[in-house]
């Protein structure tokens, strides 16, 4: 080889390292399986990748124009603590994301990088210097949609500087006031804070119109978890999330739905007991207030067999029964041998106070500054196998006093099977020690036995 060979061969050699240099940039073996994104690392950062960089959906959800876009994709990928974001303010603006733009609640929540493109585009093009009036009406949207109720003085106190100095979003202040009403909601429900993921769900199901605190509520209360803490039974719900078929072995009708019910089992239509009755007056107690407002109570009202068991034979009959309409008038000569007529009579003849059959017993929570929503709550009406006891016979007549007060002409006699069936929420009334109860109906007893039998103008038993 001559001298002139040497020299041809040293330059040849030197193009060829700098065309391998450029091409092995680009398409440089490493962790990742995209030879790209390995060399962009080495172009930017001078190292290669993790293995948590190595997804191609990390930089513009996959997609990049060019080697050269894909370097400018990594480079932002790493100013904010979500790589998306990092990348679109670059894209967006051409300089690196500043401070309070790498917060993600500036921009709600998004479906793809395009629509995070399109969300940050929206919110950094939004002048400085919001309004008080905008803030404002930015919050009170925000509540309406996470918690349909409108904000609080001092929640509108708290969040209106917060969306003037960060800018924030109607849709990123709804996520937070959402994912808060539903740490909320589990803890009055449940007892215990709602997961991550629990939360979001709530607050990607509000922020599409397809949830609510109510809704939520409901649904946690007829859950398998608020099951297994209270005796195998759901709590009160709306019958718009929640709906309970009538008994179809008694109702030839069965699959309809059964009407909403509060206070099932009580003496009294729903909750309002029975006025000339001493000791059946509903007596109301404050429960929690839900993130939407509605303040929850609880009701405690007298409960007796009778009442149990006509409620239960209204469900199966339905408004035809004897008083299964709520009705007020005094309706005994024409009802006397009408259905439910012997579970009504045992009911009346257990509630009078010569006899006082019945004891308390606590219901709810419902709602009690709503009376709309009120009447959609209902108690569980889940068909349940009945515990025995046995009715009046018919011709064992009561009439009204002068006084308006129902009297007996005749003792009853109790002979006739109860023949229906209850509900879960009926199965957990039961009577404490010491209530007295007709022989009939130890099933009822919470302990399920009498201390004893006493003998005075009829027969009853004590709850052991």
Partial sequence: MNHHTRLLGGVLTTLTLAVLSTAGAQGRSGPCSDAWINGAFVDVFGRLPGSAECSVNRYGGGSWSSYEDLKAKVMHAAVCPDPWVGQAVFEVTRRRAQGNECNINLYGAWSSY?????????????PQGLSTSEARSRVQQSYQTALQRPPTDSEYGYWVPQTISQNLSVDALARAHAEWGAQQTYGQVLGRGASGGEARAYADAALRGASSIDRLWSELMTSEEYR?????????????????????????????????????????VKCAGVSWMLGSEAKWSRGPTRADGVEMGYVTIGVSVGSIVHDNACRNIGVSGVWCNGQTLWDETLGRLGAATSEWKKAVFASMPTNRRYWDEKFGPYPMNNAALMARYTDDLTPVARRDTLLPVPGTELILLATGVPALATMPVMLNPYAFDETRE????????????????????????????VQVAGTWGTCK
């Fill in 114 to 126: 395009p629509d995070l493109k399109s969300k940050v585009q929206r919110a950094l093009s939004t």
């Fill in 426 to 453: 009926t199965r957990r009334l039961a009577a404490p020690s010491g209530q007295a109860l007709d022989t009939t109906d130890v099933q009822f007893c919470a302990s399920g036995q009498f201390q004893g039998l």
């Fill in 228 to 268: 297994r803490r209270n005796g195998g039974r759901n709590g009160p719900a709306n019958s718009a999330y929640v709906q309970y078929a009538k008994d179809a072995r008694f109702n030839t009708s069965g699959q309809t739905i059964a009407v909403p019910e509060q206070c099932y089992g009580a003496i009294g």
